[in-house]
């Protein structure tokens, strides 16, 4: 059984040796452990830190693709590189690198196939009040969309298992953590979390510069994962507003009509006809998407033996994993 750990690095000259040094060499139940950092870019001595630290493997891209790249990439990389289990943590050393082992025993014992670190939010000094409930109420939002239980949606200490990793695909350019929880919960996959620890801040996060862009680039790619995977929901929901409204004074204007005054109120008639013509396009729209996200299914599904046949597995074993 081998573990890979992956860290994201951008710029963590200063803060990555003690990330690694963080990290557990031995964990009851696996064989090999080993390190891979994805350079996302880095202009400082990232890349010379690591090396001279001994990590194994180095992903490395000329420019900053961003947080949600990084991520498959170093995936991709694992993969190839033979992993069973994959972990994800921080170059700045926010997570406890002890609570390793937590993260990857439900895989062991065959119960999840991705874990997620649970961190405690509301004593983490770090977190000022109103981040704390922000990140309350995303991970509230994503539990809705998800149809999962994950307490902690925004935490990027994780671990898949190398089935797991492969089934995974990032759209969005901003972060892994809230898509890849909607995309395991409806796609059925055995997700869980465990209570997990933080360090002290070693340096302030560096995936928003504000607050306010953080909750837009978060709800937008909630929404975006939720059309995704559910897309006749979402557009059914939209499109019974402006038809119920039409609907409304459809009622209304037959009532003016009845008692003889409806000639008055022609432009409600015009308007109700409209918002419900809307609603059925809107609807319509539900049903366009929902083919497609029949086909993105299909698609993901060669993605996924594409994946196994890349990194020489078998695919005649893929009945040992239904």
Known sequence: MKLIIQIPCLNEAKTLTVALDDLPKHIDGIDEIEYLIINDGSSDDTVRVA?????????????????ARGFIAGLDACLRNGADIIVNTDADN????????????????????????????????????????????GSFVVRQASAT???DA??????????????????????????TIVQAGRNRMAIT??????????R??????????????????????????RPLVFFTVVGMIPFIAGLILGIRFILFFINGTGNGHIQSLVFAST???????????????DLMAANRKIMEDIQYRIRRMEVGEDMNDESKDL
């Not at 935490?155 to 990032?170: E, I």
């Not at 837009?216 to 994962?225: D, H, N």
Request: aromatic content about 10%.
């Open 51 to 67: 090396k001279e630290w001994g990590v194994n493997y180095v992903v490395s891209f000329a420019n900053n693709k961003g947080l």
């Open 94 to 137: 926010q997570y406890c690198g002890e609570d390793i082992e937590k993260l990857v025993r439900p895989i062991l014992d065959g119960k999840a196939e991705i874990v997620i670190g649970e961190r405690p939010i509301d004593d983490t000094p770090g977190f000022s009040p109103l981040k704390k409930k922000l990140q309350h109420l």
């Open 149 to 151: 239980d994950i307490p």
């Open 154 to 179: 925004p935490s990027g200490f994780r671990a898949f298992s190398r089935d797991a990793a492969m089934h995974l695909n990032v759209i969005n350019n901003y972060t892994y953590t809230l898509e």
């Open 193 to 202: 979390s465990v209570p997990i620890r933080t360090n002290a801040e070693l």
């Open 204 to 229: 302030k996060s560096r995936l928003f510069s504000s607050m306010g862009g953080y909750i837009k680039k978060s709800m937008l790619t909630i929404i975006r994962a939720y059309m995704m995977y």
């Open 275 to 289: 918002l419900m013509m809307l609603g059925f396009t809107t609807f319509m729209m539900g049903l366009q998407a």
